[in-house]
């Protein structure tokens, strides 16, 4: 474990003097004096050592031994007092008798908490930085969450976990730390057990013990380039100072079902119909695609034929209820020598889509050991293994350009048989008119679908050694390896007419499908070696120093074949297919990292507190002379609550502040690819005699200058402790600058043909925000509670921008320009929906008719076009707020707690292939909401334009632009834990089950799916509403 | 512990301090990873095989920019395109064309990519250029390389057509042949007249004649007789634009001197390719045989010409080559010709109902009485559309046309070989409107031709292979930039211009006329100038019917007014053959968009960036 502990020398220090003291004191000791002997227990009976005993207005003191013993010589009604860093301070009045047991409540917050930050850890109170933790407690372990990184939601001000699926194996939360940092790669770093670069959703959320979220400079420079959008430090269980072996298994199984779904018409009649309205916007009926005999054909027979007139309700096909279950087992413990964590898990998740499946085992091991009095060794290995089952790359869709069949979703009419059981036989279209390439998504979700196995290890061996006081040398060797195979191997199938009983022309899998494979798979390594130096000097002053070398190196493979006319359409290995038509590819890449590392800590009297960091790292992605970076930071903190000439000011209001400032750089490579910068010639082949003839050409332009993306984060931080610290506030201002952000540069098109344009560092981007912390936590009696309040508020503004920028312009998609945040609101503004020609006479003429929606003329020059659009100050992709309420209450075993989150500040346009009031002619999967919106003349308050009206009608104007704002409830969850008498003969030592519910209610204006939801608008994999039931039991 | 004592801990934290510094890595050349897939250009251009990896590089590169101006033709009256098969941002899947409006009119605006693509060739070919220029410049073996020569040649013969096209479509352009290595280089280029361009273009095209040897080392690649043939054709639209005028095109004054000029050159540029390399066309032009209405067993030659089965042709002057199944190089002809009866091909173009008429008759040599369209489905009985004289979904009404009318189109029970899985399906029969129905013809149950794509009541035949194994997007047609039957007909074109019907020239279109089986023109038809000027046109319209030559020569003739009628008319309405109208096109059009459908718009993102840039009068 790379933590370097500067505690681990002090604290048996102070507890060996003070039993020297309590020795020395008992030899003084009067003939009154008895000895009182006991045993100190926490609240859940758990022995507590270390636990100060102390007699009131004397000398004498001791402190329990492992057991939780202590023994003490004390005068018959004099008071002992018991006291320790962590837990609530007792007295007890000596009487007769001997014996003392004393229960000790924790402590609802410690001045003595240690927070994990790189390469080591620090007590709280002595932090500089903005570091926020998060406990992964049994209540966040009692939740139905398939990652650790949905369940971050909330917890952390300026954190934003975004779910924008509910797809099972791909619902992690897209993580942003105070905003939208750099276009390229803005997620931040994660880092387990001093690892980066580990995938944060295939860590088992039970061997979690804390999370940190390292979010300004001062906590993040030392991860330097890699740090530049936050850190998230994730520290997994060890046994450490547990004697006992703890043995742990938890069960959580959830029921999930969609938040909000999408309503497509059974109602195939009426689908036609809908269709046929379509058409007569602009096709005489003798013209038009569907006959009303077709329809009313459809409405008899359909109530009496339903294979031969099918009115299928797709959404009801191709969804399920989902499933989620998540066992673990665990086993802690550890020595005076040694100590260990081992873990195994099995999660299984069913998603909402049928064929949506994923499964993942987890099992970890944790183990250190004490060779020597100075010198640890350790290893620390986690591996996994999943199984993964879906149809499309979002689930019901994808958005690559290179699947034309990604959005076919549009295309699922009601009149399509599914399946027939009877036959066997996948359905077509029937329909006199109907086109016969309309969609069966069910044909797709059985016979097509994507399998991926994925598996991971990562191992760590580390050795430290303290050859001398305060120094610590250390090395640590990681390896991260991954191998990941896909395959597809679709099953053969045609579309069938049950009406005409022959197959129709459409072949959804064609009977030569081709079996193909994938193969990924690389390694990651890395090397530190580190020196840790502390030392006191003077009387109170303490100073701690860092240095790490590390080198990191990547290595990713890939390899991929297909083979068409499988022997058997069972068989999925390239081998089980003719190699008559085959394709393959492959290759791999590599990249190397060397970085020099620095901090140094400095506390005065307790209470001024200096920290200084640096990073240097060299990348081989930039060509020599542009290969270094430089990221220094420097923090100071002032506890004023340690001042003595404050102390009566501040009386026992205010029990703990302190402010920090911390200033520093971090940098960011992402954008920059593995060989960019290197020339290479790239193949462009031609065909000579039948067969391809190697052609090169030069495709690159090198920008030998483009160096690091910079960012500079100055943050100021002011923490309070109210009322012995049970109200705490923390407040956070930061104002983030990245600077030479590295993005492609703009060519003249007399170039782009042929080049790709190289990386500049191209602007500036800057982030500021602010963040508040409330939290309350007390407890009456039995009675436990806390409220903890969170909010935050970060602007992104573009700030300069070296390319030229025109009135609209886009950079991959985003709308860029200064002084607004990236991919801002760029719209036309409208009248809403013109009701008499009346209406539109009185707008500028935009061939429009009643029924269309009416864009204003902003620029009043007579027309409208691209010049009329405006800008809004704000973000298509992200809020600008956040916030959260967390509150919990526990009365003697029962426990209640519920998280609601919200966000405000996000404006997105409501615009996809489900609602578009222009859909195809034909195979349109028509939505009840086409039905009933949509104005007519007999539906003038229709909330929708008129169907098959003006093309302008699906352009974006404020008319689909809505508000993203929500606010949710994220969670809430009962518990009960069992008393612990009732099972103590077993040997049970904790007994907990809780019932928990996930996002069940969201309040919104938002009228697509859900307003939480980011990226392609097309996608429907809803996000889940979960009902789940845990059982944590210890023993 | 006891030796602690004795070290100084400054000592310790100094001698692993130092080990931690030093400079170099535990794995070797850790900042230094090499690429690993392709080849550096350190060590290139040093050989022939070199010279020539580079040189099909840039054919591959100046491909695309050409090999789907099928779509262009949706700019004319006979050819609807009503959406592509291109992969965006891929450009050997048809990025150059991607956003190209393909419809009759207001698409000037939307071909900025064929521009950059266009200037990418540009860049390719000065690159070739610069580099075997450099090689030759070396001395000995290199400097008499006839490798070299040819390459040369051949990357002047590219450049040349690059600029050719740019010039057609955008008049004045920027123009340079140096090879950029910086945005500098080309950021403020301003645009070079049009004759100046021309005379480069003429200057590259002589050079390419001078050096590319008679015959081309392997088809796909070059000979003397395509660069005859396109330097011919570029005086042709030289002498186009001074005959006819481009008021569109600031600083450009036509002249009847010049005009005269380029259309003789023009003419010796075509008889030369026509008389001096022993070419002819495809099976000497004989018409072939053709199956009965319905049947599809014997095609025309014609229909051949335009499958894979004719590569390597000595019709075909210049060709691009796609490669088949594997090679990541086909074609998506089929694709974008047939329907989803083929590989599930999409049908994006497809032939409107007004080509019909067109055809002659293989009996009179002339037009036939025209089509009447009529719904076979209303009244629900007594329909008589399927047995009524002329009518157009009467397969009888098709009788003894021009065999190119088989060759390129299919009507009602037209059939074709369908084709799915690579395997074929048995023929499937095109019935209009009918969309993979069941039909069952003389006995035989068939699944009708399946497409959403077809709103004419025909499809094509032309570019779709009559045979099962390749995929819809795995074609390896090479496809034609100039053949012999074009150049023919350019050369009567040519000399009708200057001296009127010349009997060289008539008996070249009739040699044409001749692969559809008609007879000779009859006298009427080359009475004069004009009228042999109109069966030339008409020869173009069937001769290279999605070819991609209509749309530009309807500009260069100025023909849209002609063909579509005045600004602020009534415009014309595409139907069906079932009598629904379809499309209006230039209904009460202003006069601007006229203009601006004779010149393109110069892309406004590159004015935006470099003020010399002028843009073209209807587009300011």
């Known amino acids: ?1035 | 512990m006891k030796q602690t004592k004795y070290i100084s801990p400054i000592f310790i934290v100094a001698v692993l301090a130092a080990l931690m510094l030093m400079p170099t890595s535990c794995r070797k050349n850790l900042l230094d990873q090499t690429p690993t897939t392709d080849p550096s250009p350190t060590t290139f251009w040093l050989t022939e095989t070199d010279a020539t990896a580079g040189m099909m590089g840039l054919y591959a590169a100046t491909r695309p920019c050409f090999d789907r101006d099928y779509y262009m033709d949706g700019q004319s009256e006979y050819f609807r395109c009503r959406g592509t098969s291109i992969t965006g941002g891929n450009l050997r899947l048809g990025d150059a064309y991607n956003g190209g409006n393909f419809n009759p009119t207001g698409y000037g605006a939307s071909f900025d990519n064929m521009y950059r693509y266009l200037y990418g060739a540009v860049d390719r070919a000065n690159y070739v250029i610069e580099n075997v220029t450099k090689m030759q410049a070396k001395g000995g073996a290199l400097a008499t390389s006839t490798v070299l020569q040819v390459i040369q040649g051949e990357a002047r013969l590219l450049r040349g057509m690059a600029y050719f096209k740019l010039i057609s479509m955008w008049g004045d352009v920027p123009y340079y042949t140096i090879s950029p290595t910086s945005n500098d280089q080309v950021a403020s280029l301003s645009r070079t007249p049009l004759a100046q361009v021309k005379d480069s273009i003429l200057s590259d095209f002589t050079y390419a004649f001078n050096n590319l040897p008679l015959k081309a080392n392997a088809v796909g690649r070059a000979s003397k007789p395509a660069a005859l043939a396109l330097r011919g054709k570029l005086q042709l639209y030289w002498g186009s634009w001074n005959k006819n005028g481009w008021p569109e095109l600031e600083g450009f004054t036509p002249s009847a001197t010049a005009a005269t000029a380029a259309f003789t050159a023009a003419a010796a540029d075509f008889k030369s390719v026509i008389s001096d390399y022993g070419l002819t066309l495809y099976l000497n032009g004989d018409p072939g045989q053709i199956d009965g209405l319905g049947k599809n067993d014997i095609l025309p030659n014609y229909y051949t010409l335009f499958t894979p089965k004719a590569n390597g042709n000595p019709e075909m002057l210049m060709v691009f080559t796609h490669g088949g199944t594997g090679t990541s190089q086909g074609e998506e002809l089929m694709r974008d010709f047939s329907g989803r009866s083929h590989e599930g091909s999409q049908c994006w173009v497809s032939p409107r109902y007004e080509i019909a008429d067109r055809y002659q008759s293989t009996i009179t040599g002339d037009f036939v009485t025209p089509l009447v369209p009529m719904n076979p489905t209303v009244p629900a009985s007594g329909n008589v559309a399927r047995t009524a004289l002329n009518s157009a979904v009467n397969p009888n009404s098709y009788l003894n046309r021009d065999y190119r009318m088989k060759s390129s189109i299919q009507w009602d029970f037209e059939q074709s070989v369908g084709m799915a899985s690579l395997a074929s399906t048995g023929n499937v029969p095109f019935i209009y409107q009918t969309w993979a129905g069941t039909v069952n013809i003389a006995g035989v149950n068939y699944i009708t031709y399946n497409t959403d794509g077809c709103n004419s009541g025909y499809v094509f035949r032309k570019f779709l292979r009559n045979y099962a194994g390749q995929g819809r997007s795995d074609g390896d047609f090479a496809w034609p930039i100039v053949r012999l039957a074009d150049v023919y007909l350019m050369y009567a074109e040519a000399t009708n211009e200057v001296s009127g019907p010349l009997a060289d020239a008539i008996a070249l279109v009739n040699s044409i006329r001749r692969r559809g089986n008609l007879p000779a023109l009859a006298a009427t038809k080359t009475a004069d100038k004009q009228t042999f000027f109109n069966a030339i046109e008409q020869e173009r319209i069937i001769e290279l019917f999605g070819e991609g030559q209509r749309s530009f020569d309807l500009r260069r003739w100025r023909a849209i007014e002609r063909v579509w009628g005045l600004p602020g008319s009534a415009g014309l309405w595409r139907i069906d053959t079932w009598g629904a109208n379809q499309q209006r096109y230039y209904q009460n059009t202003s006069d601007l968009e006229y203009k601006q459908n004779y010149i393109f718009r110069i892309p406004p993102g590159e004015r935006d960036r470099n003020p010399n840039l002028t843009q073209n009068i209807p587009w300011r």
């Not at chain 1, 046994?239 to 959580?252: D, E, I, P």
């Open chain 1, 1 to 1035: 474990m790379p933590e370097t502990l500067h505690l681990r020398g002090k604290i048996p220090l102070f507890r060996i003097t003070l039993l020297l003291f309590s020795c020395l004191v008992s030899l003084f000791a009067t003939a009154q004096m008895k000895t009182i002997s006991g045993i100190v227990t926490d609240t859940a009976g758990t022995p507590l050592q270390g636990v100060t005993v102390s007699v009131l207005k004397s000398k004498a003191g001791t402190s329990t031994d492992v057991k939780g013993r202590f023994s003490i010589s004390a005068a018959v009604g004099s008071t002992l007092v018991f006291s320790s860093a962590n837990s609530e301070t007792s007295t007890v009045q000596v009487g007769t008798g001997d014996e003392y047991n004393v229960t000790l409540a924790q402590r609802v917050s410690s001045l003595n908490d240690v927070v994990v930050v790189g390469y080591g850890r620090q007590k709280k109170v002595n932090l500089v930085g903005s570091v926020g933790t998060v406990n992964v407690d049994e209540k966040i372990t009692g939740r139905a969450l398939p990652n650790i990184s949905a369940g971050l939601s909330g917890l952390v001000p300026g954190l934003a976990a975004t779910q924008s699926t509910g797809m099972a194996g791909r619902n992690g939360a897209a993580l942003l730390i105070r905003g939208l940092g750099t276009p390229n790669n803005s997620s931040p770093l994660i880092v387990v057990d001093g690892i980066p670069d580990v995938d944060i959703n295939r860590v088992n959320v039970n061997d979690i013990e804390t999370v940190s979220v390292l979010k300004d400079a001062t906590s993040a420079s030392v991860y330097g380039s890699r740090g530049a959008n936050g850190v998230i430090l994730i520290t997994t269980r060890t046994g450490k100072g547990m004697k006992k072996t703890l043995f742990n298994v938890t069960s959580n199984t959830a029921l999930e079902k969609p938040t909000k779904g999408i309503s497509f018409l059974a109602n195939y009649p009426l689908a036609l119909t809908t269709e046929q309205r379509r058409a007569a916007t602009n096709t005489l009926p003798g013209n038009q695609l569907y006959k009303n005999g077709t329809i009313d054909q459809w409405l008899a027979l359909g109530m009496i034929d339903p294979l031969r007139y099918p009115n299928t309700d797709w959404w009801k096909i191709i969804m399920r209820d989902g499933k989620m279950q998540n066992y673990n087992v665990s086993a802690a413990g550890g020595g005076d020598k040694s100590n260990f964590f081992i873990s195994a898990g099995y999660r299984k998740e069913n998603g909402l889509q049928i064929n949506n499946d994923y499964d993942q085992y987890n099992a970890r091991f944790n183990f250190d050991y004490k060779v020597r009095d100075n010198m640890n060794v350790g290893v620390k290995f986690s591996g996994n293994w999943s199984n993964f089952t879906y149809a499309l790359e979002e689930g019901f869709t994808d958005p690559a350009a290179t699947n034309t069949a990604g959005f076919d979703m549009q295309y699922a009419i009601a009149g399509i048989t599914p399946y027939d059981p009877a036959t066997g036989l996948y359905g077509g279209v029937m329909a006199y008119g109907e086109d016969p390439q309309a969609y069966n998504p069910y044909q797709l979700y059985i016979n097509s679908p994507n399998r991926q196995t994925r598996q991971e290890a990562n191992g760590t061996a580390y050795w430290d050694w303290s050859p001398i006081k305060g120094l610590t040398a250390a090395l640590d060797y990681n390896l991260i390896y991954y191998n990941q195979f896909n395959y597809t191997a679709p099953t053969p199938a045609q579309a069938f007419n049950f009406q005409t009983n022959a197959f129709g022309s459409r072949v959804y899998v064609g009977p030569n499908a081709a079996v193909s494979n994938t193969n990924l798979n690389g390694y990651k390594t890395l090397m530190n070696a580190r020196l840790n130096y502390h030392t006191n000097f003077g009387k109170n002053h303490d100073l701690s120093a860092l240095f790490v070398y590390s080198e990191e190196y990547w290595n990713d493979r890939f390899l991929s074949a297909s083979r068409n006319d499988r022997y058997s359409s069972a068989l999925s290995e390239i081998n089980g297919a003719l190699s008559n038509i085959i394709s393959n590819s492959g290759g791999s890449s590599a990249e190397g990292l060397q970085s020099y590392i620095g901090r140094v800590n400095y506390t005065a009297y307790g209470k001024y507190l200096l920290e200084g960091n640096f990073r240097v790292d060299g990348s081989s992605k930039f060509v020599p002379g542009q290969r270094f970076g430089f990221f220094p930071s420097v923090a100071v903190g002032w506890r004023f609550t340690e001042e003595q000439f404050l102390k009566p000011l501040l009386g026992d209001v205010l029990s703990n502040g302190k402010l920090r400032v911390s200033y520093g750089g971090l940098g960011n490579n992402s954008g920059v690819g593995r060989y960019e910068q290197q020339t290479t010639l790239s193949p462009n082949n031609y065909i000579i005699g039948g067969t391809q003839a190697v052609g090169l050409v030069n495709s690159k332009l090198l920008n030998l200058d483009l160096s690091w993306e910079s960012t500079k984060v100055f943050n100021l931080g002011l923490e309070l402790g109210f009322l012995n610290n049970k109200l705490t506030v923390e407040a956070d201002y930061y104002d983030r600058l990245t600077k030479d952000i590295i993005l492609g540069s703009q060519l003249s098109n007399l170039l782009t043909g042929a080049f790709s344009a190289p990386n500049t560092n191209i602007g500036s981007m800057r982030n500021r925000g602010v963040e508040l912390t409330l939290n309350w936590r007390d407890r009456v009696g039995q009675f436990n509670y806390g409220v903890s309040v969170n909010g935050s508020y970060n602007k992104t503004k573009l700030e300069s921008w070296s390319q030229l920028l025109t009135r609209g312009a886009t950079y991959s998609g985003n709308t860029v320009f200064l002084n607004m945040p990236y991919n801002y609101v760029y719209t036309y503004l409208d009248n809403g929906i013109a009701q008499t020609w009346a209406d539109i006479y009185k707008n500028t003429p935009q061939g429009a008719q009643p029924g269309d929606i009416l864009r204003q003329d902003l620029n009043g020059d007579g027309r409208i076009d691209g010049n009329d659009q405006t800008a809004m100050q704000a973000s298509r992709d992200r809020p600008t707020t956040s916030y959260t309420l967390n509150a919990y209450a526990s009365y003697k075993g029962v426990d209640i707690g519920m998280l609601w989150t919200g966000t405000a500040g996000r404006k997105d346009f409501w615009l996809n292939a489900f609602n578009n009031t222009n859909f195809g002619t034909s195979r349109f999967a028509v939505t009840e909401q086409l039905v009933n919106n949509p104005w007519t003349v007999e539906n003038r308050s229709g909330l929708w334009p008129r169907i098959g009206g003006s093309g302008n009608n699906t352009a974006l104007t404020n008319f689909w632009l809505d508000n993203m704002s929500y606010l949710r409830l994220k969670n809430i969850q009962l518990g009960y834990t069992f008393p612990k008498p009732m099972f103590k003969l077993l040997g049970v030592t904790n007994f907990r089950v809780a019932g928990t519910v996930e996002n069940l209610l969201t309040i919104t204006s938002f009228r697509g799916l859900d307003p939480e939801k980011a990226g392609n608008n097309n996608n429907i994999y809803p996000i889940v509403r979960s009902y789940s039931l845990a059982v944590q039991l210890g023993f």
